[in-house]
């Protein structure tokens, strides 16, 4: 496991298990917890009431940013790419207190891309 946040009443941390014989296989289990309250820290917590919008915004222009080799990694959105968050998506609290969201191998892009993340800091 890795921590990737902690404070006296908050923890985010993410557990991995990884298998290899003939192929590799990594599963990545995200938990982020309000130790104060007993209970789950969501992003709707961290980002507000907005936090569908917000989320979709600094993804999808982080996926715009992209170089163009990386850009075609992407599926389109009516091929299984990105085209919102929700409830399930999985995300970790960064040091610095920023939520950043994770999507898994093939979930919105070619395998070759690994595990996407994008930090979900208010865009200026």
């Not at 014989?21 to 917890?33: H, I, K, P, Q, S």
């Not at 309250?37 to 989320?55: H, K, V, Y």
């Amino acid at each position: 496991y890795e921590v990737k946040f902690q404070t006296d009443t908050q923890v985010s941390f993410v557990v991995c298990l990884t298998e290899g014989w003939v192929t590799a296989r990594e599963e990545r289990y995200y938990y982020n917890l309000d130790l104060a309250n007993e209970q789950t820290i969501t992003l709707q917590a961290l980002l507000g009431e907005d936090w569908i919008a917000l989320s979709n915004r600094a993804i999808q222009t982080q996926i715009d940013e992209q170089t163009p080799e990386m850009r075609t990694l992407f599926f389109a959105p009516g091929d299984g790419g990105f085209t919102t968050v929700d409830e399930t998506t999985a995300f970790y609290i960064r040091g610095d207190g920023v939520p950043v969201a994770v999507f898994p191998p093939y979930s919105i892009a070619a395998g070759a891309a690994g595990f996407l993340e994008f930090p979900l800091a208010p865009l200026s």
